[in-house]
């Protein structure tokens, strides 16, 4: 069984700054890519970045400049760091990676984080 489990959501004035994490965690034989996706209300889920292993990353337009995606292989974690938020960024953030696992080798999902942006 693999869980990501992400953190560090919360609500945040335009403008600021909020740094997610997500932890992939269980019978984890190898993490592949993991990416950052956000769903706002009424709207589709949407790429918001993605790293490689090795540290090759790609980015929405949207938040180019302002948000950093990075990771730490030996933890099994994948960071958002985002800056200058708008209250277009507002919605429910998932991290996504492709896990191998003792079982199988598939695309997990986290739970989701709420990120909200508003005075």
């Known amino acids: 069984q693999v869980q990501l489990v992400e953190s560090g959501g919360g609500l945040v004035q335009p403008g600021g700054s909020l740094r997610l994490s997500c932890a992939a965690s269980?019978?984890?034989?190898?993490?592949?890519?993991m990416g950052w996706y956000r769903q706002a209300p009424g709207k589709e889920r949407e790429l918001v970045a993605t790293i490689t292993t090795g540290g090759n990353t790609n980015y929405a337009d949207s938040v180019k400049g302002r948000f950093t995606i990075s990771r730490d292989n030996a933890k099994n974690t994948v960071y958002l760091q985002m800056n200058s938020l708008t209250p277009e960024d507002t919605a429910v953030y998932f991290c996504?990676?492709?896990?191998?696992?003792?079982?199988?080798?598939?695309?997990?999902w986290g739970q989701g984080t709420q990120v909200t942006v508003s005075s």
């Open positions: 269980g019978s984890i034989v190898s993490v592949g890519a």
């Open positions: 996504n990676s492709w896990v191998t696992s003792t079982r199988n080798a598939r695309t997990y």
